[in-house]
């Protein structure tokens, strides 16, 4: 019952009654004790009503109804107060709600789409007052609700220089939900590292080795900043070039919070399904063992890989026979730098005097101990941030050897080990048991639907 409905019926009834009494003292000249008795009982009912009465005007929803009712400042000064308001909300890095209808003016009508995800589209936007924005719109209903609430929890206190800035985002009733974050018109990472989007090794973007270096060491630091020193610890989950942006100097700005989740500083790990990019997801991930920010640093690692190699992690090769090949980028970098030859898995656009071959050393030690398959074994984002910046002069040890869960994956496709007469899938060699082949059928037929979901395309 509402409260202004509750004082009128409470009014109403002590009314009543005293109209009551007196009728029965005036009209009928009762008794003096029952008169008495009355006004005992009415004197009860009004200690009653004004208890009432009481507690309601000192609960906090009547103080809150009580707020809401006092008089609201003429135009000019609630104008005032409200550009006031914006001016410090803008200063304290805190972003803005703003109206569908401000986007889609922004935007021209959602017409300039810069990116396209799995969760939502981006759009290209100027706001009023001139600032270049890219507003991420997340599809979808319970999903996108869950994606924007991890997203904006995630980011919208913190401040790093190298996380993606949010400034602001819009609610629509039983619609889609849009972010809208700073633009960068240098784009993502993977097109400045990898030869397909520039056409070839003979054109297009390319990142120089030092521009390279450079952008590892500002991810990592932005993880760093998640990971440690965060009031509440943030695990982003979704590490990969298309999510690095770069801006007007190319330097890396971490994106892309909507798998991300908040960890107490207490918690050891969070449980949580498997979703994220192929090729970038830790084994714990698979094995359902609760990922943790150690899951961070294996997929950070696997960039590292990428951007030292400019190429995909898993690609395929020409083989002979116009068969392909397909190769594992970190399998090839762990072999070389035991052997000491690092600089030949190195991006090939990139001339050999331009680059230091003792960076290329760190940089593929410290991607190599990223990926560790035990996350116990793999460094802390801040251990990275010290050994890509070669604090203290030491050189990095390279990592001890590895067992790969992609390359067993690989090893155990019985469809590709029919057709190609003994060999492995994608070109890669199996090992079988002698006298167990009837159980590697058996483990491959099992585990062949989930190898195949593992590798599958982004």
Not at 33 to 50: H, K, R
Not at 52 to 77: I, K, N, Q, T, Y
Not at 95 to 101: A, G, K, N, T
Not at 398 to 407: A, C, K, L, W
Request: hydrophobic share 40%; net charge positive; proline share 5%.
């Amino acid at each position: 019952m509402e409260s202004k409905t509750a004082k009128i019926q409470a009014g109403a009834a002590a009314v009543v009654l005293v109209a009551l009494e007196l009728s029965l003292f005036l009209c009928f000249r009762l008794s003096r004790p029952f008169y008495l008795s009355t006004a005992v009982i009415l004197s009860v009912v009004l200690a009653g009503t004004v208890a009432a009465l009481l507690c309601h005007a000192l609960s906090p929803r009547g103080r809150a109804e009580r707020m809401a009712r006092r008089p609201v400042l003429d135009s000019g000064e609630e104008v005032s107060v409200r550009v006031e308001y914006s001016f410090f909300r803008k200063v304290a890095g805190l972003p803005s709600r703003l109206s569908l209808e401000a986007l889609a003016t922004a935007t021209d009508d959602f017409q300039c789409v810069v990116g396209r995800g799995s969760s939502g589209t981006v759009f290209k936007g100027i706001l009023d007052d001139g600032t270049a924005v890219a507003v991420k719109r997340i599809d979808g209903s319970a999903y996108g609700d869950k994606e924007f609430r991890a997203e904006v929890s995630a980011i919208g206190s913190v401040q790093h220089v190298s996380l993606a800035r949010l400034l602001g985002f819009c609610l629509v009733r039983n619609g889609p939900r849009f972010l809208v974050y700073e633009f960068m018109e240098n784009g993502s990472l993977d097109k400045w590292i990898f030869s397909q989007h520039g056409g070839g090794s003979g054109g297009g973007r390319c990142l120089t080795w030092l521009q390279r270096y450079q952008v590892a060491v500002d991810v990592a630091k932005a993880l760093a900043y998640l990971h440690h020193d965060c009031r509440a610890k943030v695990v982003h989950l979704d590490v990969k070039p298309e999510n690095i942006l770069l801006d007007d100097r190319l330097r890396g700005t971490l994106s892309d919070f909507g798998l991300s989740a908040l960890m107490g500083k207490e918690q050891s790990r969070v449980v949580t399904t498997v979703r994220g990019t192929t090729g970038y997801l830790a084994p714990e991930w698979l094995l359902g063992a609760g990922v943790t920010e150690k899951s961070d640093v294996y997929s950070y690692g696997m960039v590292l890989m990428e951007m030292l190699g400019g190429r995909r992690n898993l690609q395929a090769e020409p083989g002979p026979g116009g068969s392909r090949r397909w190769t594992y980028l970190p399998k090839l970098v762990a072999d070389k730098a035991r052997e000491g030859r690092v600089m030949e898995v190195l991006d090939r656009r990139l001339a050999p005097s331009s680059v230091d071959e003792g960076g290329v050393r760190r940089l593929a030690h410290v991607a190599l101990w990223c990926a560790q398959e035990k996350a116990g074994a793999r460094p802390t984002m801040a251990r990275v941030v010290e050994m890509l910046e070669a604090r203290g002069g030491a050189a990095v040890e390279p990592p001890p050897p590895s067992d790969m869960i992609v390359v067993d994956l690989l090893a155990l496709d019985p469809a590709a080990h029919a057709h190609r007469g003994g060999g492995g899938p994608f070109g890669l060699p199996t090992t079988p048991t002698p006298g167990s082949a009837g159980t590697a059928s058996s483990v491959a037929s099992m585990s062949d639907s989930f190898a195949l979901s593992y590798l599958s395309g982004r």
